[in-house]
C-alpha cells in the first residue's frame, strides 16, 4: 500500500509534470472511467473537469489530491492502487470492466496535443479481485470521509502532541501508529520499519511507553519518513514502489537475516495483514505468539 513518502514522491512527480516551472499549468482533456466502482461521488460530474487547468497538487495523509478548475480529484490508492503516468496515451478508449485501468486522466498544455494522439496523463490501476481503489470529485476535500477523520499528519506532531497521543491510548503502538484518525500518513510498512529501528515490540502499549522511549520513537518516525520521502524526491513515479522495496529492513522480509543483529526476521499472520519485526531487536529476542493474546511463546 503506497503511504506518505510515495505519495509525497507521486504529489512531486504530478506537480513536474502538471503544473511546470517553465509553461502553463495541464489543461485537463478528457476523463475516462474504466471501472464504476472507482468513483465514490455522483454531485459533481466527471465531465466537469474538462477544459480547466490544474491548480495545485497535494497530499493529505496518503490521499492525492488535485484541484482543478475550482473542484478537487482526491484520490486514496488502498492496497493495491497505483497511478501510472504516460507521456503519450494514444487514442485508444478504455473498455469498462476490461483490465486494471479504473480511471484515466488526459491532460493537454497551453492547448497543445488537445485532439491528438500523444496526449499525456495518467492512469489509476488496481491489481487482485479486491477492489478498494478510490476516487472522489469534490467541491472540497473534506468531503472525503477518510479525509476529514484524518488525525494530525505524522511529520506534523510536535514532540508534545505525540507524547499525549501515546499516554492516551490504551491499544497496541503498531495499531496506533496505523490509525489515520490518530496519526495520518503511516502504514502497514512504514510501521513496521519505525517500530525496528525504534527497538519496540508491535505490541507494546502505547501508554506503557516511558518519556525516553516516546521520544525515541518519535524522532525515529520523523527520522525515517524525512529520509524516505528524501529518496522518492524527484523518481519518476514507476520507480517509486522499487525505491520503498529496497530501502525497507523487516516489513516483507520474513525469514531474512535482520541487518542490525542477523537474527532471523519473523512474521505474525492476521485475517487480512501480516506484521513482520526482530525478536532480537524489538521483542528480547522472544517470538511474538498468537496475535490475539498478544504473549510470549515460552
Same mark, same amino acid.
Given at each position: 500500500?503506497?503511504?506518505m513518502p510515495?505519495?509525497q514522491? $507521486? ?14 499549468p495541464a489543461?485537463?482533456?478528457?476523463v475516462e ?6 468513483? /465514490? ?6 465531465q466537469?473537469?474538462? *477544459? ?8 493529505? *495523509?496518503?490521499?492525492l ?8 480529484l482526491v484520490?486514496?490508492? @488502498?492496497?493495491?492502487?497505483w =497511478? ?6 494514444? +487514442?485508444? !478508449? $478504455?473498455?469498462?470492466?476490461k ?12 492547448? /497543445?496535443d ?5 496526449q499525456?496523463?495518467?492512469?489509476l490501476?488496481?491489481? *487482485?479481485t479486491?477492489?478498494?481503489?478510490a476516487?472522489? =470529485?469534490?467541491e472540497?476535500p ?13 511529520l #506534523?506532531?510536535? $514532540? ?9 491510548h %490504551? ?13 495520518? *500518513? ?7 520499519e519505525? =517500530?525496528?529501528a @525504534?527497538?519496540l ?5 502505547a501508554n &506503557? =511507553? ?9 524522532a525515529?518516525?520523523r527520522?525515517? $519518513?524525512q529520509?524516505?520521502i528524501?529518496?522518492?524526491s524527484g523518481?519518476?513515479?514507476k ?6 522495496? #529496497? @530501502?525497507? !529492513?523487516?516489513?516483507a &522480509? %520474513? ?7 542477523g537474527? %532471523?526476521? !519473523? ?12 525478536p +532480537?531487536?524489538? %521483542?528480547?529476542? /522472544? ?10 511463546? /515460552?
Amino acid at each position: 500500500m503506497p503511504e506518505m513518502p510515495e505519495v509525497q514522491g $507521486l504529489v512531486d512527480f504530478l506537480r513536474r509534470k502538471l503544473i511546470p516551472d517553465d509553461g502553463p499549468p495541464a489543461v485537463v482533456v478528457d476523463v475516462e472511467v474504466a471501472s464504476f466502482s472507482v468513483l /465514490k461521488t455522483a454531485q459533481v460530474p466527471v465531465q466537469a473537469l474538462t *477544459g480547466t487547468s490544474v491548480q495545485s497538487v497535494q497530499r493529505r *495523509g496518503k490521499f492525492l489530491v488535485l484541484q482543478i478548475g475550482g473542484k478537487y480529484l482526491v484520490m486514496h490508492l @488502498a492496497r493495491a492502487g497505483w =497511478l501510472r503516468w504516460s507521456d503519450s496515451l494514444g +487514442t485508444v !478508449r $478504455l473498455k469498462p470492466g476490461k483490465g486494471p485501468i479504473a480511471l484515466r486522466v488526459r491532460f493537454a498544455h497551453g492547448g /497543445k496535443d488537445a485532439g491528438t494522439g500523444d496526449q499525456p496523463g495518467f492512469d489509476l490501476t488496481e491489481a *487482485g479481485t479486491r477492489k478498494s481503489l478510490a476516487a472522489y =470529485l469534490v467541491e472540497e476535500p473534506d468531503e472525503v470521509p477518510g479525509i476529514a477523520r484524518l488525525g494530525p499528519d505524522a511529520l #506534523e506532531m510536535d $514532540l508534545d502532541s505525540f507524547a499525549g497521543l501515546l499516554k492516551s491510548h %490504551t491499544g497496541q503502538i503498531k495499531g496506533l501508529l496505523r490509525d489515520q484518525s490518530k496519526v495520518a *500518513g503511516i502504514g502497514n510498512a512504514y510501521s513496521d520499519e519505525i =517500530l525496528h529501528a @525504534a527497538r519496540l515490540s508491535p505490541f507494546v502499549h502505547a501508554n &506503557r =511507553l516511558d518519556d525516553d522511549a516516546v521520544a525515541i520513537l518519535h524522532a525515529t518516525m520523523r527520522q525515517m $519518513l524525512q529520509t524516505a520521502i528524501t529518496a522518492a524526491s524527484g523518481k519518476p513515479a514507476k520507480e517509486l514502489k522499487d525505491t520503498k522495496r #529496497e @530501502a525497507l !529492513r523487516v516489513h516483507a &522480509r %520474513t525469514g531474512e537475516p535482520c541487518p542490525v543483529c542477523g537474527d %532471523t526476521v !519473523r512474521e505474525v499472520s492476521f485475517a487480512d495483514s501480516s506484521l513482520q519485526y526482530c525478536p +532480537t531487536c524489538q %521483542t528480547g529476542g /522472544k517470538p511474538l505468539a498468537d496475535r490475539r493474546t498478544s504473549k510470549f511463546l /515460552k
